[in-house]
């Protein structure tokens, strides 16, 4: 059993607290720290049941269920209207990603090593969709720049965007997500065909096992991410913190940070391969799936719709992650001392995001 899901035991505590009326920023660490095991079990859940399949459907439930975690973190912001928590929790996973856990395992895996080769095409592959989906979320707030109009300010939940942001966002939107499912398509029928190996081994878990407790994580990081959302705005307030900075940072991080440290791991044992599909695959997998999700799941949930209009922190959040994690990465070589040039540029974003 792994270590992290001892924590599964605060899943309780989060509610009882919540249920009991502690202070805020009790039920909020509570929850997050809850939400960790809860999204490591998910993942888990995951592979167990890929195991069972093809390689075809187990990219398909890799894919399906890699960011679900922050999906219903972000959903269930979405119901309360909280759109600049959203918002930003959408942007700091794709900086978290890109620079956070990449530069964290970079260094990891440069401690002992001078450098670490990547696959150079399958790395230039994921640096072009990671640069696409970062910068096709700026078009929205582009247009409404264009238009005369002023950027959303962090602190203003309510800013009156007009039709024609929404509109961009909606194109913006379904584009991304059929460029995202017609590479999906190819990227799956090319590992189908060329699947021709010995058949895999047997999964440690029995396929209903696996969809039970694929079943029961999902329920419990729902119940969990219902917990964090309720507390955030109270916790603002009582920590003089910005719901912005709590989205972007610690709602980002959390909703992965079991994923994060497996890529950490993985480029500790000179797997780096893998630690880039973690790292930029997560991050690109946000701009290009996740986040259009979200806006078009806006026209059902919640008070208002929410177009893709982002504050000028974000923005530069956005393309920072994008180009600075693209630029290093590119020759398909890690080093350590470019492993804390993206640590450093992750800790410059998140002191602007705490003064913002």
């Known amino acids: 059993m792994r270590a992290v899901y001892y924590l599964l035991g605060l899943v309780p505590v989060a509610l009882a607290l919540d249920l009991l009326d502690a202070p805020a920023p009790v039920i909020f660490v509570a929850s997050a720290v809850a939400v960790v095991p809860a999204a490591a079990l998910m993942g888990e859940a995951t592979e167990q049941l890929a195991e069972h399949s093809g390689p075809g459907v187990a990219g398909l439930l890799n894919v399906t269920f890699g960011n679900a975690p922050e999906l219903i973190i972000a959903l269930f912001a979405l119901s309360d209207g909280l759109h600049e928590v959203v918002k930003a929790s959408l942007v700091g996973s794709v900086v978290g990603n890109a620079l956070l856990v990449l530069g964290a395992s970079m260094v990891v895996g440069g401690w002992r090593r001078r450098r670490q080769h990547f696959h ?58 059929a460029v995202y499912l017609r590479g999906l398509r190819n ?30 994580s999902a329920v419990l990081v729902a119940v969990v991410s219902d917990t964090l959302v309720g507390s955030v705005e109270h916790t603002s307030h009582q920590l003089g913190l910005s719901q912005f900075f709590i989205g972007a940072i610690v709602v980002a991080i959390v909703g992965n940070a079991a994923e994060h440290y497996v890529a950490v791991v993985a480029a500790a044992k000179d797997q780096v391969d893998l630690t880039l599909s973690i790292a930029v695959g997560s991050a690109a997998q946000v701009g290009l799936l996740l986040a259009p999700l979200v806006a078009l799941a806006s026209l059902a949930i919640g008070p208002e719709r929410m177009p893709l209009v982002f504050n000028g922190y974000e923005l530069t959040a956005l ?38």
């Open 319 to 356: 393309l920072a992650g994008g180009w600075l994690a693209a630029a290093v990465t590119w020759g398909g070589v890690s080093t350590r001392r470019r492993g804390i040039g993206l640590l450093a540029a992750y800790l410059a974003l998140a002191i602007a995001f705490f003064l913002a």
């Open 120 to 177: 150079l095409e399958a790395a230039r592959s994921l640096d072009m969709v990671l640069l696409l989906g970062t910068s096709a979320l700026l078009v929205p707030s582009i247009i409404w720049l264009a238009k005369g109009e002023s950027l959303p300010r962090v602190g203003v939940e309510r800013t009156a965007l007009g039709g024609g942001a929404w509109t961009a966002t909606v194109v913006v939107s379904l584009a991304l997500i």
């Open 187 to 216: 990227s799956l029928r090319t590992q189908s065909e060329a699947f021709a190996g010995p058949p895999p081994e047997a999964a440690g878990w029995s396929r209903r096992r696996a969809a039970i407790v694929l079943g029961v």
